[in-house]
């Protein structure tokens, strides 16, 4: 059983740091897309980061490029969002996910849609303030 499980989640200030990681288990070997996205209530789910496992794609969304950092350890188990120079738009729920990706089409394009990714984590709070 596939499980995507999202830690490092809480409160920050504005202009602060915070860190997310994402534990996989169960995802069979071979080449995978993996995700960040955000939601707010009353707003669609919004694509943050993207990286091919194999370290050859990575996008982000127009709202945190520069500021959001997207990796995996080198065990390809964990991935992690590391989320600097905070301001309130960043307080959202954080999802992880995941998508095999066969020939890297999925993280080849730019955009970074919810559509694309079958597999989910629960998702973790992170709230910015002043």
């Known amino acids: 059983q596939v499980q995507l499980v999202e830690s490092g989640g809480g409160s920050a200030q504005v202009g602060g740091s915070l860190r997310l990681s994402c534990a996989a288990s169960?995802?069979?070997?071979?080449?995978?897309?993996m995700g960040w996205f955000r939601q707010v209530p009353g707003k669609a789910r919004e694509g943050v980061a993207k990286?091919?496992?194999?370290?050859?794609?990575?996008h982000y969304g127009d709202a945190v490029r520069g500021r959001f950092t997207i990796s995996q350890d080198n065990d390809k188990n964990t991935l992690h969002l590391e989320m600097n120079i905070l301001i309130p738009e960043d307080t959202a729920r954080y999802y992880c996910?995941?998508?095999?990706?066969?020939?890297?089409?999925?993280?080849?394009?730019?955009?970074?849609?919810?559509?694309?990714?079958?597999?989910w984590g629960q998702g973790i709070q992170a709230t910015i303030s002043s």
């Open positions: 996910a995941a998508q095999r990706d066969f020939w890297g089409s999925i993280c080849r394009s730019t955009t970074i849609y919810q559509s694309d990714f079958q597999y």
């Open positions: 990286m091919d496992s194999t370290g050859e794609f990575t």
């Open positions: 169960g995802l069979t070997s071979g080449r995978y897309c």
